[in-house]
């Protein structure tokens, strides 16, 4: 289990409802191809607020069939927890025309996730990636007699209209759309969506803060306003 938690307050100060959903992106993962999905989601309506957590726990997933187009939802056939230091390797394998993963064990080196496609895989059949917190976040399509070593570093980013959770998404066709970084030391984040759809997002430190200001002044204030 990671050492901290995780929160991502949202508030949908916007004149629609939608769902809020957190995905993430990662250049540097070592692995082409593959696709981001919507990992975590809730319907928000206007003036209204949700929280998401989560803590650094990551998985191995694959699901069945390999359909990686934008607006398809995934579920994740199965999902085997894993961590970068000691499990950090599984091979993907057909048993009785089944997939399914099996011989988890300490990959070659740390930091890495590693999934060992054998000769049993069929092109088109399955898709194959990682998670967190139990959830699919970053797949690719699976292949035969390939090793796939993911070294994941993910960005947050938070979305929001008609969404699914598990969606395949494009986030350069996002067009609402906004990063979440963690300062250091700093594990809760809030993301307002305002009138306009534009986004502010801060230490949840900080709203707390300005909202508690603020209300010495005006004691109508809403939070995070």
């Excluded at 609402?176 to 963690?182: C, G, N, R, Y």
Aim: charged share 10%.
């Amino acid at each position: 289990m990671s050492a901290f938690q995780y929160t991502v307050i949202f508030k949908n100060d916007s004149s629609s409802g939608g769902t809020a959903g957190l995905y993430q992106t990662d250049p540097q993962i070592g692995v082409a191809g593959v696709e981001s999905l919507i990992w975590l989601s809730h319907y928000a309506s206007p003036t209204t607020r949700l929280t998401f957590t989560w803590e650094l726990d990551y998985d191995f997933v694959w699901f069945a069939p390999a359909v990686l187009e934008p607006g398809v939802i995934i579920t994740a056939t199965q999902v085997w927890p894993t961590d970068l230091a000691t499990n950090n390797q599984v091979t993907l394998t057909q048993v009785h025309g089944s997939y399914t993963f099996k011989n988890q064990t300490a990959g070659v080196q740390q930091d890495t996730l590693y999934v060992v496609q054998d000769g049993t895989i069929a092109e088109d059949q399955a898709a194959v990636g990682i998670g967190m917190f139990g959830f699919p976040s970053l797949v690719v399509e699976a292949e035969p007699n390939l090793t796939l070593a993911f070294t994941p570093s993910p960005s947050y980013w938070i979305t929001f209209g008609q969404l699914s959770q598990g969606e395949v998404v494009v986030p350069a066709a996002l067009p609402t759309k906004a990063e979440i970084s963690f300062p250091d030391n700093v594990y809760s984040m809030t993301a307002v969506l305002q009138s306009d759809n534009s986004w502010t997002v801060e230490p949840t430190s900080a709203v707390n803060a300005a909202w508690l200001e603020g209300r010495k002044s005006n004691p109508h204030l809403v939070w995070g306003g």
